[in-house]
């Protein structure tokens, strides 16, 4: 069974398992500091949390930088829940979230390596290669109209 399902976030409990997720992710596997990933934006920002049968995988974070934008960032899966298209799945409701919004443009800061991943959603890449906590990055951004 492999019963995936990406909700948006509305208690504690799953804040502390967005917490686990997004250290496990980004402090253990890629060594950033947690100043930089715990950067105090959090809460005032909208989350989705994936699960994996029951059990919190993934997530992403939406942050809203102007009247019509959305930034999703913070998008993270666990290792062993990988390749089973779950990062696909939180940005497709964290996209779906923002049009709620009337958001009517995404951005992203993706990880250079998961470039194609977000092009299948429709994003474009809008920037050169740039580093953020010494990984390296690509400005995408997708409209939300239509």
Do not use: C, W
């Not at 060594?31 to 994936?50: C, M, N, Q, R, T």
């Not at 059990?55 to 809203?64: D, F, L, Q, S």
């Not at 964290?94 to 994003?123: D, N, S």
Request: proline share 2%; aromatic share 6%.
């Amino acid at each position: 069974m492999n019963e995936i399902v990406v909700t948006r976030v509305t208690t504690p409990e799953e804040r502390r398992a967005i917490e686990l997720i997004r250290r496990a992710v980004f402090q253990v596997e890629q060594g950033i500091d947690p100043k930089i990933e715990f950067d105090g934006l959090d809460e005032s920002a909208d989350h989705v949390l994936a699960y994996l049968n029951q059990t919190p995988v993934g997530t992403a974070r939406i942050r809203y930088l102007e009247d019509t934008v959305a930034k999703i960032e913070r998008l993270a899966v666990l290792l062993e829940a990988r390749h089973r298209g779950i990062g696909k799945k939180l940005m497709e409701k964290a996209l779906e979230v923002a049009a709620k919004k009337g958001k009517t443009e995404a951005v992203i800061h993706a990880q250079e390596y998961v470039k194609r991943l977000h092009e299948q959603l429709g994003f474009e890449v809008v920037s050169d290669r740039f580093y953020e906590a010494g990984i390296a990055h690509i400005k995408m951004k997708k409209s939300l109209l239509g």
